[in-house]
């Protein structure tokens, strides 16, 4: 099965619904690639993107891949929300951090309630290195977490 998405605009908000299953970076690709015209030519710089309804059967190398590809594609300033299932949650958290690495404005979530908060917020600005900082430093006192250097 492919990827099979709708999209409809709310005022400046381009919103997408997304279901099937993606079973390789092809098809991650084209869904990308046509979301990416659409809201281009439409003028559209903030997209709330749906998936939970949407399974991935992806490699890391191709979660990488497609953060990189959506990454390049979204210009500075554009915010994207992300609602996506719990299913594959760290793979889903590990291509969140390679796009907001390459400086775009993504954010995932549970639910289309936050998404749609976060998403309609004036302020285009969004410091998610903080958020990812302040998860690291709280992991790292816990049970099991290993440091990569020793403290001096």
């Known amino acids: ?15 997408v619904k997304a279901v099937g299953t993606c079973d390789h970076l092809g098809q991650l690709k084209e869904y990308v690639l046509a979301m990416h015209k659409t809201a281009q030519s439409a003028g559209m ?5 749906n ?16 953060g990189k590809l959506v990454a390049e594609m979204a210009r500075r300033g554009h915010k994207i929300a992300v609602v996506c299932n719990s299913e594959g949650k760290a793979d889903v958290k590990f291509w969140e951090t390679v796009v907001v690495n390459r400086g775009t404005l993504v954010k995932l979530f549970n639910d289309t309630e936050s998404a749609e908060e976060w998403i309609r917020q004036e302020k285009c600005s969004y410091n998610r290195l903080n958020e990812l900082q302040e998860s690291l430093e709280n992991d790292a006192g816990k049970p099991g977490f290993q440091k990569d250097m020793k403290d001096e």
């Open 1 to 15: 099965m492919s990827i099979e998405h709708q999209i409809q605009y709310e005022s400046t908000i381009m919103k």
């Open 45 to 49: 710089a903030r997209a709330l993107v």
């Open 51 to 66: 998936e939970r309804e949407l399974r991935y059967h992806l490699s890391t190398t191709d979660s990488f891949e497609s």
